[in-house]
């Protein structure tokens, strides 16, 4: 192995549980006009439409939550109530990070042997952000942000720093952006799942078959399936 790469968001810290809670406040902040069903199935409609403009992260969720909000009340919504979404969507730019449980001990082993890199996608200094306050920045050689986690994505990280595809491993809890593009390259992935997952990081089982990829439920069981020996 020459390269061990990890997704960011729900793979070292915690992220999507944020956007949830969110969500739900922009459900509780528009009751009066809309019913939640309604609300998030046009949400969702949002984001998706807009990826390709704004991209992903707390900026591209935040313009999504306004823009829904002014298509589901025909344009009724005030100034107030714009300012009001604005607000709580500004929690998501500086939200404690809450480190998964193991996370430090196994980078820190694992930064003795190996290069290591955090390769993600969103937006450029929401992530940098998160990564400076998380405090695990130290422990990579490398870090990648990319507007979209796909087989061309990965293959141009692979390039730039001249390792083959034999030699790389990509850890995350996204099947859709950490394992299956992977898997296409001819990669090594690990697949941690988190609690969460957002419905459109979610892959349909048929996607799934013939796919070699390895499961674990933590962190801590890397060191084990690495062969590495903890250093105490």
Excluded at 150 to 165: D, G, M
Excluded at 190 to 216: C, M, N, R
Aim: proline letters at 3%; hydrophobic letters at 40%.
């Amino acid at each position: 192995m020459k390269l061990i790469a990890f997704d960011a968001d729900d793979t070292l810290w915690v992220n999507e549980p944020n956007y949830v809670d969110v969500k739900q406040e922009l459900c509780t902040l528009l009751s009066h006009h809309v019913d939640e069903e309604t609300l998030t199935n046009r949400f969702y409609d949002a984001q998706i439409r807009n990826l390709h403009i704004f991209g992903y992260g707390a900026k591209s969720f935040i313009l999504s939550m306004i823009e829904t909000a002014i298509e589901l009340t025909d344009g009724a919504i005030t100034g107030y109530e714009i300012q009001q979404i604005i607000d709580v969507g500004r929690r998501l730019i500086d939200f404690p990070i809450d480190v998964l449980d193991g996370i430090p001990e196994v980078l820190e082993t694992l930064s003795k042997d190996f290069d290591l890199m955090v390769l993600t996608k969103g937006d450029l200094f929401d992530q940098e952000s998160k990564i400076a306050r998380s405090g695990l920045g130290h422990y990579f050689k490398h870090v990648e942000i990319v507007s979209e986690k796909n087989e061309q994505a990965y293959q141009r990280v692979l390039q730039k720093y001249n390792v083959r595809p034999s030699d790389f491993i990509m850890i995350g809890n996204s099947l859709k952006s950490d394992i299956l593009p992977v898997v296409h390259i001819g990669a090594r992935a690990i697949h941690i799942p988190y609690a969460i997952t957002w419905v459109h990081e979610q892959v349909a089982d048929e996607h799934l078959v013939g796919k070699s990829f390895t499961t674990l439920e933590s962190a801590r069981e890397l060191l084990a399936i690495l062969k590495i020996k903890e250093i105490n």
